[in-house]
């Protein structure tokens, strides 16, 4: 046998004392028995450890100072401090110069207490501790990406610059996200106005939104605004003076209900973009002259995931409704360019899986009244009003974008339905006899066709 025990203990913090007495504890080493015979020795850098020896050596020589240092206690005893990271060989020689046995002593970074703090930190991940030179490696798999950098965090306070990282991330690390705009607007005005016109033989006069017409005689003929909306005309004639009056009473309603909701999918760290719409050409002068440069608009979604901790998703997004306003568009040299309305957020939520954010919202009140009257005729009591008109509108709008996300994992694609599954064209017969514009289906796309157009499309939710 080569040796009655190979590094029975390594005494970890401390060099340990040789005697009883003062420790209690006897040290525990190489047993060497036969000469020529090599074992291999583990000593942690910047600790030390104690070995014996059961034959009686006279001299000892390490072959790299650098890595170990060695001294002899005793004519058995042999104390080994670890320096620096490598391989180096002890050799013991008798009193007669013969070889008593090589050592192979390997000093490697010292991972005791870093293992102790990983379990205290990380008690749930199976991470695995090696050491490589004078680095730490890392393998194994963690929960999160969060702790995979808590366990790099730690590994570089011991061993700094000098980790590898060899682990993976496990769990679901695809994010669905769902944006629902929703806006309403609703508006509302009213208006109440008169106006007298006169005109007789080389005179006319009017108040109001008439517009006095021309039949080619010399008496122009009072006609009211082929623009008014609402409106009674009376006209009478007075000898040659010819009377007109206009009332115009007018209400308008409008409700307008906006909503949108795209739905988009990423893997954890990496962007997305989503666009359901069209480019708009706008004209630019530049140096060559005028060119053209398309701005996109539509439904806009960009977003980066990221699988923080569990089910814990970090989302930088930005989302936009935008549409083409010709209503306020501009026209420079001939050319006419329309404005974009658009409704935009760029934010940083966490929220958990299957959890929804309120990310903005908008509440918008606009309240315009005007009256236009004839100077001090308006002013009259009674009589006044027919010199007189007022208009009031209000408008009301709001607006709300909430935000969804979701861990998904891919499924069978026989599992999935879509949108086009649930529309079947019709034949000739049914469409020409019967005006049906689709067809009726069985079986399972008929219970598909019967629900709305919403629903999960291409991943199944955790």
């Known amino acids: 046998m080569a040796f009655r025990t190979l590094i029975a203990s390594v005494l970890a913090g401390a060099m340990a004392v040789l005697t009883p007495a003062a420790s209690g504890v006897q040290a525990q080493g190489l047993k060497v028995l036969k000469a020529g015979t090599s074992a291999r020795l583990d000593v942690p850098m910047n600790r030390a450890v104690v070995v014996e020896s059961d034959i009686p050596f006279a001299e000892l020589s390490i072959a790299n100072p650098g890595i170990a240092d060695i001294s002899s206690l005793s004519d058995r005893t042999i104390y080994v401090l670890g320096k ?13 110069g013969s070889l008593i046995t090589n050592v192979d002593v390997h000093v490697a970074a010292d991972v005791t207490e870093f293992k102790e703090r990983l379990k205290q930190i990380l008690p749930n991940e199976k991470i695995e501790v090696r050491t490589a030179n004078d680095g730490i490696v890392l393998s194994g798999t963690v929960s999160s990406a ?9 590994a570089g306070r011991y061993a700094p610059d000098r ?58 003929v009072i006609t009211p605004d082929g623009n008014s909306l609402g409106a009674a005309f009376f006209g009478f004639d007075v000898g040659s003076l010819e009377v007109g009056l206009l009332i115009e009473a007018l209400e308008q309603k409008g409700l307008v209900r906006t909503l949108a909701e795209p739905n988009l999918s990423a893997l954890s760290g990496q962007e997305a973009t989503f666009l359901a719409g069209g480019e708009y050409p706008v004209p630019v002068s ?20 990221r699988v923080v901790d569990g089910d814990l998703i970090n989302l930088e997004l930005k989302a936009a409704v935008s549409a083409i306003d010709t209503a306020n568009g501009i026209s420079v040299n001939g050319l006419s360019v329309s404005a974009f309305s658009r409704r935009e957020t760029t934010t940083t939520v966490e929220l958990r899986d299957g959890e929804s954010f309120a990310i903005a919202g908008l509440i ?16 009259v009591p009674i009589l006044g009003s027919l010199f007189r008109s007022s208009s009031y509108q209000r408008s009301q709008s709001e607006l709300v974008i909430i935000v969804s996300g979701h861990l998904v994992t891919p499924t069978r694609g026989e599992a ?3 949108p086009t599954d649930r529309v079947k064209p019709p034949t000739e017969q049914e469409l020409f006899l019967f005006g049906k514009t689709a067809r009726t289906q069985s079986g ?4 598909v066709a019967k629900q709305d157009f919403s629903g999960s499309y291409g991943y199944v939710l955790d």
């Open 84 to 96: 620096s990271p490598g391989l180096t060989t002890l050799t013991l020689l008798d009193a007669t």
């Open 146 to 154: 969060a702790r995979l950098q808590r366990a790099l965090d730690l």
């Open 163 to 220: 980790v590898s990282n060899l682990m993976s991330v496990g769990g679901v690390q695809q994010v669905m996200l769902k944006v629902r705009f929703a806006e309403m607007q609703r508006s509302v005005s009213k208006s109440l106005s008169s106006s007298v016109a006169l005109s007789g033989s080389g005179v006319a006069a009017e108040t109001g939104t008439w517009l006095q017409g021309d039949n080619g005689l010399s008496n122009p």
């Open 286 to 305: 530049d140096e060559d002259g005028i060119s053209v440069e398309y701005k996109p608009f539509g439904i806009e979604l960009n977003f980066i995931p």
């Open 364 to 379: 918008e009140d606009q309240f315009t009244d005007s009256a236009s009257q004839l100077p001090w005729i308006g002013d």
């Open 416 to 418: 999935l339905s879509l």
């Open 444 to 447: 399972a796309a008929a219970e």
